[in-house]
């Protein structure tokens, strides 16, 4: 079902399908989150899942399965968050990281060696560098995500809840479900919002908080 127009959630019936060896949905419409039922397909060889709009963590049931060879789940919006790039350097030189994926429980850096000996060694002692530059880009849209989601909710309602979102260097987009279009007065009204959020150049800090309590937060 590659390369076609298919849109919704993947189906947690997919979990009980008997015998099944591949399993591709790649470039389509999907979104949503990765049912945990597909960790119960002990058969899979091949999962394939990219370029779709697919959001939230990626279910560590996956990484049990014994017979899975190719998992593909890259050009999601994962977390909405995008990655850091930057470098790794040790004794092996160092290691320039341009992607991030999260497998499993597992969070793999994906980049390629430049120096002495291209391999890394358990016990090996090394200096994480971000690219800050990039960093200071992917930020104010980071902030700018929660200013949206503030302004819609109030001026659509708390009904507003956020179903996807990608945070780029050069833009963000938030999904959200509202059940009709939003008309052009109000779009206006949330822009506006938003503007004079920016104008006002309010400060912005970090705090660390309970699950219960950040729920509380309007706009978190």
């Known amino acids: 079902m590659i390369n ?19 399993l591709n949905f790649a470039k389509n419409y999907l979104f949503g989150t990765i049912p945990l039922s597909l960790g119960n397909l002990s058969t899979l060889h091949k999962l394939s ?18 017979n899975l060879e190719h998992l593909s789940l ?3 919006n994962l ?24 497998y499993g429980d597992f969070v793999v850096h994906i980049g390629s060696f430049t120096g002495e000996t291209s391999k890394f060694s358990v ?9 800050y530059d990039r960093r200071k880009l992917i930020a ?6 929660h200013m949206l989601n503030f302004a819609l909710r109030e001026v659509l309602g708390n009904h507003v809840d956020q179903k996807g979102s990608i945070v780029l260097p050069e833009k963000l987009r938030f999904d959200f ?6 008309k052009p007065d109000k779009l ?17 800090f970090s705090k660390e908080a309970t699950l219960i309590d950040a729920k509380r937060i309007n706009g978190l």
Request: net charge negative; with cysteine; hydrophobic share 35%.
């Open 4 to 22: 076609n127009y298919l849109e919704g959630k993947i189906p947690m019936e997919l979990g009980s399908l008997p015998n099944l060896l591949e």
């Open 79 to 102: 977390s909405g968050m995008i990655f850091d790039t930057g470098s790794l350097e040790g004794p092996f030189g160092s290691f320039q990281v341009c992607n991030v994926q999260i």
């Open 177 to 182: 479900s509202h059940g009709k279009p939003v």
């Open 49 to 66: 899942l990219s370029h779709n709009n697919l959001v939230g963590n990626i279910p560590s049931q996956l990484a049990q399965l014994s």
């Open 123 to 131: 016990g090996d002692k090394v200096i994480c560098k971000v690219d």
């Open 188 to 204: 206006r009204k949330i822009a506006s919002i938003v503007n004079e959020q920016i104008k006002a150049e309010l400060d912005v």
């Open 74 to 76: 890259s050009f999601n």
């Open 140 to 145: 104010p849209n980071h902030t700018c995500m």
